[in-house]
Nanobody
């Protein structure tokens, strides 16, 4: 059973950086494609970034490309989202998600493609 727990959120100023963590207390995340999504108040949850199970491929939403980096540390069974140059519009609850292992080294970007979700962590960016 995969149980995901996010951490690292907080209140920062525009231009600052934050690193979100997503750890599993159950199964190893080594073979799972992983993703980060976010949901701002009054808006639908949207895709942010995806990481293939091999860790060799990544995919980002245009809004975060060049500022955010998704990566994993298999030794710590943790997936991270490094967020730099934060903007006001990055304010949201951030969720990590895992998809069941697949032979293909895929990069799912649709939330319906994911099987497990964390509870979310709040990121607030102020001016």
């Amino acid at each position: 059973q995969v149980q995901l727990v996010e951490s690292g959120g907080g209140l920062v100023q525009a231009g600052d950086s934050l690193r979100l963590s997503c750890a599993s207390s159950g199964s190893t995340l080594r073979t799972y494609p992983m993703g980060w999504f976010r949901q701002a108040p009054g808006q639908e949850r949207e895709f942010v970034a995806a990481l293939s199970w091999s860790g060799t491929s990544t995919y980002y939403a245009d809004s975060v490309k060049g500022r955010f980096t998704i990566f994993r540390d298999n030794a710590k069974n943790t997936v991270y989202l490094q967020m730099n140059s934060l903007k006001l519009e990055d304010t949201a609850v951030y969720y990590c998600a895992a998809r069941r292992p697949s032979i293909r080294d895929i990069l799912p970007s649709d939330q319906d493609e994911y099987d497990y979700w964390g509870q979310g962590t709040q990121v607030s960016v102020s001016s």
